[in-house]
C-alpha cells in the first residue's frame, strides 16, 4: 500500500521560509511523478511543483518559479518543498501526490493524474 506523509508546515511571517517533506513508502513502480499541491479555503486545488524520478525533470507553477525549490532522494521515496519569500497568498494545505508513471507538460497540474495524496501539512502566512 502506497502512503505519503507530509510534514514541515506551520505557521510563518510574511518574508520567512519552511520546509516541507514527504516520505512515500509502498511504491511497487519504478519511474513515477512526485508533485506537491495546495488548496486554500474556497479555491481549487492547484499544483505547486512536480518532478518525475527517471530523469529529474522539474516543473513549477508560474506563482512559486523563483521563490520554491522541489527536490527530491528518489531512492528513499522522498521529496521536499523549500518554500521562500513566503507571501499570505501561500497560506493553503499543502499535499504531497504521487503519479505511478512519469507526467510531462500540462498533465503534471492535473490532480487526477496521480493516484496517491498525502493527508496534507498547513501552511499558514501572517502578515
Known amino acids: 500500500e502506497v502512503q505519503l506523509v507530509e510534514s514541515g508546515g506551520g505557521l510563518v511571517q510574511a518574508g520567512g521560509s519552511l520546509r516541507l517533506s514527504c516520505a512515500g513508502s509502498?511504491?511497487?513502480?519504478?519511474?513515477?511523478?512526485m508533485a506537491w499541491f495546495r488548496q486554500a479555503p474556497g479555491k481549487e486545488r492547484e499544483v505547486v511543483s512536480s518532478t518525475n524520478s527517471h530523469d529529474g525533470s522539474i516543473y513549477y507553477s508560474d506563482s512559486v518559479k523563483g521563490r520554491f525549490s522541489i527536490s527530491s532522494d528518489f531512492a528513499k521515496n522522498t521529496a521536499y518543498l523549500q518554500m521562500n519569500s513566503l507571501t499570505p497568498e501561500d497560506t493553503a494545505v499543502y499535499y504531497c501526490?504521487?503519479?505511478?508513471?512519469?507526467?510531462?507538460?500540462?498533465?503534471?497540474?492535473?490532480?487526477?493524474?496521480?493516484?496517491?495524496w498525502g493527508q496534507g501539512t498547513q501552511v499558514t502566512v501572517s502578515t
Open positions: 509502498g511504491f511497487t513502480f519504478d519511474d513515477y511523478a
Open positions: 501526490a504521487v503519479a505511478n508513471r512519469p507526467l510531462w507538460g500540462g498533465l503534471r497540474a492535473w490532480p487526477s493524474r496521480y493516484e496517491y
